[in-house]
């Protein structure tokens, strides 16, 4: 049976924007556009990133966002979440999952192909954070990685996870934002770190070791062959976001080289909704050696 795709964003403004006009608050919730969206997460040492179009919203929103635009002092203070997943129906529930939250840096509304007038949004995990100095990290003699990683996260209102990293690290002194900060403490401990839903998330350098691999085979939606690349492989699937990157999954194929437990270092996610044909599938990299973090594998 088929299921219908739906595609759930929440917009929310700082207070610095004020409000959405009509009386809607600081937050908008929109469903039941046609949506398009495409998801980046690298489990390196960058934010997340969302490329977005929603057709049909009304004028007011996209007013509202697009003059938020052009003020870069506070548009990054505005947030957005995207959840996706499906509608119930014929007796089965319906199943939604949070698949982005990040800082918009971009909004338009672009009128260029009316009538379908559409609101085009980008935006970057920790974008605003990483804008924001916060006060330097200094520590003489030896000092555990984790508990000044996870300061920082707190700092910024992060929830912070720290998968097996035991690392110690000597006479160090970070400064600039908290973003900054994590990133030059993960490059010095040699661990990944990856930022993605307002969640840091630390682990030795080969992976996130206590991820449970996700299935990947032709029955649970593998499209076509996977494809060698550099250094490890690429395939899509069905959209899966159970896959993540810094995750694992286990291939079954008819190809020796490509089954087993693999590490995923990038997931693309390119999704939508209330449009024929259009996409909804999750396209991943990984590796059997872990992740290639300052030149070191296992």
């Not at 924001?132 to 700092?155: C, F, M, S, W």
């Not at 008819?254 to 999704?271: D, L, S």
Request: negative net charge.
């Amino acid at each position: 049976m088929l299921k219908k795709r739906k595609i759930v964003t929440r917009i929310s403004l700082s207070t610095d924007s004020g409000e959405f006009d009509g009386g809607k608050g600081r937050d908008v919730i929109l469903e039941g556009y046609r949506t398009m969206a495409e998801i980046t997460d690298i489990s390196w040492y960058s934010g997340g990133t969302l490329s977005m179009r929603i057709y049909g919203v009304q004028p007011e929103v996209m007013n509202k966002l697009s003059t938020l635009g052009i003020r870069t002092d506070i548009v990054a203070k505005n947030t957005i979440s995207v959840l996706a997943g499906y509608e119930a129906g014929s007796g089965e529930p319906g199943r939604l999952d949070e698949i982005y939250s990040g800082s918009i840096h971009t909004a338009y509304a672009d009128y260029s192909a009316q009538p379908n007038v559409s609101l085009s949004l980008e935006a970057t995990a920790g974008f605003f954070e990483g804008l924001q100095r916060v006060p330097p990290t200094a520590h003489r003699g030896d000092t555990k990685v984790a508990p000044l990683i996870e300061a920082l996260a707190n700092e910024i209102g992060w929830a912070f996870v720290n998968d097996g990293v035991t690392t110690v690290l000597r006479d160090i002194c970070v400064e600039g934002s908290a973003i900054e900060q994590i990133h030059d403490l993960a490059r010095a401990a040699g661990i990944a770190c990856i930022m993605s839903s307002n969640t840091v998330t630390i682990s030795p350098y080969n992976g996130i070791t206590s991820s449970t691999p996700v299935e990947v085979s032709p029955e649970t939606g593998l499209i076509g062959y996977p494809a060698f690349a550099s250094g490890g492989i690429a395939a899509n699937t069905l959209f899966n976001p159970a896959i993540k990157a810094g995750g694992k999954v286990n291939l079954s194929t008819f190809v020796p080289q490509a089954n087993g437990e693999f590490n995923v270092h990038t997931v693309q996610h390119r999704i939508s909704c209330e449009a024929p044909d259009g996409e909804w599938s999750t396209h991943f990299y990984a590796n059997k050696e872990g992740l290639h973090l300052n030149g070191r594998h296992d």
